[in-house]
């Protein structure tokens, strides 16, 4: 059958949306609202207070990062300094006083004044490295112990060894040999022991290690 | 028509919802993926496994960030030591360096050399290896240099003692000494002339090599100051140089020089008997010089002592000893003729004797004033002072005070010198008083003070009668004196004295 609506537009009844239609409109309305919800939540909270935390670690790695280096710097300069004290320490434990043996031995040799235990003069002094691994310095002096017996080189020998203070600073002493020699040049006496006598040094800082 | 419209609205009205949600749960899936994606947790300790940084999230970036944090940080905590290490030993290399040479006193080398020639004596022949350019990278580097010398012993001995007592080291390392030309005792031909061949090595030090840029420490002045870094300072030892102190040795021969005599027709043997006279001569006088030495030190112990009066007794002695003994040195130095007995003579003998023959009058001790040097001068001064000539007493005490000025008084000398003070004090005290004028033209009895009549003025006990000077003041008044009170001195003076 055919309708016909004869009433005016402001009496007729108005007809609202289908059911189905309302229902599947809000539900859906519902739904993608709670979606946008959803992903702003993740988005503006969860993610960027992610975001936050990571910035905030990074701040703190690059300032501990600095202190390290710099603590790493610290230690760095600290060594070489320690370096730079050992080797300056070492470079004055290394000194041996050579004025002060040369010393000793001349007196040793002139033996104030007393020829008649013996009388000797050297030819040659010498100081080079030391022949013991152990030693940094050996004193090598040559020369002659004048008159006849052998026992006054010998007695020299002894001596040397018997004056502490000169002796003491060294490992050894060569035994006293040497060749009996004649003098053409009319002075007396007339004959002579050569001898050659090299002494290796002890470590110069060899009384601290006691 | 319309129902199909409808039809198709709805499903648009269905689908589009759903397409929406999928969209934005995508997003929000994502969003959560980025901030959470192999987040190490106690559900998901797998999560460890993954390391490339480019699938992880930003809670997993943040947890590997601080584990790296955490690492570094006990480095990090370590820095207050290590600024109290630095400081503590930047400041002991810097006072350990001062044993160096530094580049400066290097160039100065060959001034230096130069003028250790001229002390010790010798002649400089070569100088090699004197470098500015450094051997070595660090801060510290070796210089080794050569010379070559010519020169007696002696005289080489205290060319390299002058080396060994720099204070910037300059070590030995070699030398060899070759006995050069003899000289014949006796004959004058000068100094013998060994040839020295010398090696010796100095460092460098460059404070600035081997660390590229010093780390700056705050505060470093206030921190180097703090008592507990200048304790650690102190406690690690300080680098020093050992030295040797060369002393004179008189007549000890050249060991380098054959000491032989040429053999000589005058050459007397010496009996033993004669060889034990002059053994006994040298040994008494040994004895003494030991004894006269040992009186020395006795006298310069009474003085740090202060023991003036024993000052004065050894002094004499010691006077006495040395005019004694400078007898029986002459005598000795004529019959002491046997060479080694000889030779200790003069060293062990002659040598201390003239040195203590030569002493400043310091080390005898400084005049001294005793009660015989004070007496005269306190006579006089008693006497004048007694003969009311207050001006010659106080002229002498003038004398005495002048000539006492820069001598030691003697502690039983103190009391004399008291009291002459005291009188010369007293004397100055009544000349001053005596160009007062006092002039006394009346007095008034009564019973509640007398009244005297000073210079035209009344004066009662107590009145200052010198005014403005107001240094004597009337004290008394007796029948036939006054008595006056003039700093602190009370003087009477006759009421009838013009």
């Known amino acids: ?210 | 028509m319309s129902t199909n419209n409808d039809r198709n609205v709805l499903i648009a009205t269905i689908a589009v919802p759903i397409l929406c949600c999928a969209g934005f749960g995508w997003l929000a899936w994502r969003d959560w993926n980025a901030a959470h994606a192999y987040e190490v947790t106690d559900d998901n300790p797998a999560a460890a496994e993954v390391t490339d940084e480019a699938l992880w999230g930003e809670r997993r970036r943040t947890q590997e960030l601080k584990k790296q944090a955490d690492q570094l940080r006990g480095e990090a905590d370590l820095i207050a030591k290590r600024e109290q290490d630095v400081i503590v030993f930047r400041e002991v290399v810097q006072r350990d360096a001062q044993i160096l040479p530094d580049r400066d006193q290097v160039n100065k080398l060959a001034d230096t050399i130069d003028e250790f020639v001229r002390q010790s004596g010798v002649s400089l022949t070569s100088v090699r290896g004197l470098s500015n350019a450094p051997s070595g990278d660090g801060a510290i580097s070796r210089m080794p240099f050569s010379l070559a010398v010519a020169g007696s012993f002696d005289q080489f001995l205290k060319f390299l003692n002058l080396f060994e007592t720099m204070d910037r080291i300059v070590n030995v390392r070699g030398f060899t000494i070759q006995g050069g030309g003899q000289s014949q005792r006796g004959q004058g031909d000068g100094p013998p002339a060994h040839a020295i061949a010398l090696e010796l090595e100095t460092f460098i030090y460059n404070g600035a090599a081997g660390i590229t840029k010093p780390v700056e420490i705050q505060n470093y002045e206030r921190r180097k100051e703090d008592p507990v870094i200048q304790k650690l300072i102190k406690q690690q030892r300080a680098a020093r140089i050992e030295k040797y102190q060369l002393k004179p040795r008189i007549n000890r021969r050249d060991p380098l020089i054959d000491p032989r005599r040429a053999q000589s027709v005058d050459d007397v043997e010496i009996a033993p008997e004669e060889e034990a006279k002059q053994r006994a001569i040298f040994d008494k006088m040994k004895v003494d010089i030991e004894l006269l030495k040992a009186d020395c030190d006795q006298l310069q112990q009474y003085l740090a002592e202060k023991k003036y009066m024993q000052v004065v007794i050894l002094r004499q002695k010691i006077a006495e000893t040395v005019s004694g003994m400078e007898l029986s040195l002459r005598d000795a130095d004529r019959r002491i003729t046997v060479a080694h007995i000889r030779e200790a003579y003069l060293e062990e003998i002659v040598a201390p004797f003239s040195k203590i023959k030569e002493s400043e009058p310091e080390r005898i001790g400084p005049p001294i004033i005793g009660r015989k040097e004070v007496a005269p001068f306190l006579e006089a001064v008693r006497g004048f002072s007694e003969a009311r000539d207050f001006e010659a007493s106080v002229r002498r005490a003038a004398e005495f005070e002048s000539w006492a000025k820069d001598k030691q008084i003697v502690d039983d000398a103190h009391e004399m010198v008291t009291a002459l003070r005291d009188l010369a004090r007293e004397a100055q005290v009544m000349l001053d008083f005596e160009r007062i004028p006092l002039k006394v033209t009346g007095r008034i009895r009564r019973p509640e003070g007398d009244i005297v009549i000073i210079n035209g003025k009344t004066r009662k006990i107590g009145d200052w009668v010198d005014a403005p000077d107001n240094r004597c003041k009337l004290a008394g008044v007796r029948d036939d004196a006054l008595v006056f009170d003039f700093d602190g001195f009370e003087i009477t003076r006759a009421i009838d004295r013009k």
């Open chain 1, 1 to 210: 059958m055919i309708k016909v609506n004869l009433l005016p537009p402001e009496h007729r009844k108005v007809e609202g949306p289908p059911v189905a239609r309302l229902v599947a409109l809000v539900a859906g309305a519902a739904l993608t609202a709670g979606a946008i919800g959803c992903w702003a939540y993740v988005r503006m909270r969860v993610l960027s207070e992610a975001r936050a935390e990571r910035e905030a670690a990074e701040e703190e790695l690059a300032q501990v990062k600095a202190m390290a280096d710099r603590s790493a710097a610290l230690l760095n300069e600290f060594k070489e300094y320690e370096k730079r004290r050992t080797r300056i320490e070492s470079i004055g434990q290394q000194r041996i006083l050579w004025s002060r043996k040369l010393d000793e031995l001349a007196d040793v040799i002139y033996n104030k004044g007393d020829t008649k235990q013996y009388l000797v003069w050297v030819n040659t002094i010498r100081v080079a490295g030391g022949r013991a691994g152990e030693s940094p310095a050996s004193l090598t002096f040559s020369g002659l112990s004048g008159g006849d017996s052998y026992a006054k080189l010998s007695e020299f020998h002894r001596t040397i060894k018997e004056t502490k203070e000169f002796y003491e600073d060294f490992l050894a002493i060569d035994p006293p040999v040497g060749g009996k020699q004649t003098f053409s040049d009319n002075k007396s006496p007339s004959v002579g022991w050569d001898f050659s006598f090299n002494m290796d040094h002890k470590k110069p800082n060899w009384r601290e290690k006691q």
